[in-house]
């Protein structure tokens, strides 16, 4: 890269770009209540939603991994018609208003929808406004930042290992499990956090499938929104600032990997 001086007709809108993302955060800061932090970050709202929060954000990742990362591993190496439109149906919730995502999932899975009916019916089972329907929205929200960065690894992988396995006589479970996953596991890993962070943060489809209800599907997004609403104004930053510590801890954990400049 030729190093030199910067032109003034890059540097003006990159500054103007820098200060436009870091000014709402500087707000954030400026506008909380550190005295009375400690005391509402123990309040009892508080800490069920943080807690049910972590709770459905986990149990989505682990759904998101047992279904996400298969569902990767044949993107990446088998070959089949409708590759292509499989690729682009898998990542519609990324740009699917998650509002629409939680009517949806409604329709599919509410008591009178396609399949929900059918578990309602048979097995007694009711998905929506539920803590299992929360995390049902978080997974069908996070499914894709996993496929998506597991299937990338796949891709960059050397299969040569995979070959000198099969010549040796591995199955294909072998050289998945012993292989393939030891070589993919950073990608794995990579995706497995943003997945949980996007169901962390994920509001509209939970919102809509689930419900906001206290100690049942109220998680941090939901607890801030009725914050804000009830005019609490404090209440809402300081659950706000839980969730932003969050996101810097997880762009930390992840910098050796996505920031590939000094």
């Known amino acids: 890269m030729t190093k030199g001086r910067v032109p003034g007709a890059l540097l003006v809108p990159a500054v103007g770009g820098l200060i436009f993302l870091v000014l709402p955060l500087a707000g954030l800061l400026w506008r909380t209540p550190w005295t009375s932090l ?25 759904l998101c991994l047992f279904f996400g990362v298969p569902l990767a591993w044949v993107l990446a190496r088998v ?10 149906l898998i990542t519609v919730p990324l740009v699917l208003p998650p509002v629409v995502g939680g009517i949806a999932l409604l329709l599919a899975l509410g008591r009178r929808g396609l399949l929900g009916s059918w578990l309602d019916s048979t097995f007694g089972v009711t998905l929506p406004f539920t803590t299992a329907g929360v995390v049902i929205a978080e997974a069908f929200v996070a499914l894709p930042f996993l496929v998506i960065s597991v299937e990338g690894a796949l891709r ?31 990608g794995i890993a990579a995706g497995g956090v943003l997945c949980w962070a996007r169901a962390l943060g994920e509001f509209g489809a939970t919102i809509t499938f689930a419900g906001n209800y206290p100690g049942i599907t109220q998680t941090m997004p939901l607890a801030v929104y ?37």
Do not use: C, N
Request: aromatic letters at 4%; zero cysteines.
């Open 38 to 62: 400690p005391q509402r970050l123990t309040e009892p709202g508080v800490l069920e939603a943080l807690k049910l929060s972590l709770l459905t954000a986990s149990l989505a990742t682990l």
């Open 79 to 88: 070959a089949f018609p409708g590759r292509r439109v499989v690729r682009a």
């Open 156 to 186: 960059g992988a050397d299969t040569r290992y995979e070959e000198a396995a099969a010549t040796l006589g591995a199955t294909r479970w072998t050289t998945f499990t012993h292989v393939t996953l030891p070589l993919v596991a950073p």
């Open 226 to 262: 009725q914050t804000m609403e009830s005019g609490d104004l404090d209440g809402a930053v300081v659950l706000s600032l839980i969730l932003l510590a969050v996101s810097v801890t997880i762009l930390a954990a992840l910098r050796d990997r996505w920031l590939t400049a000094p």
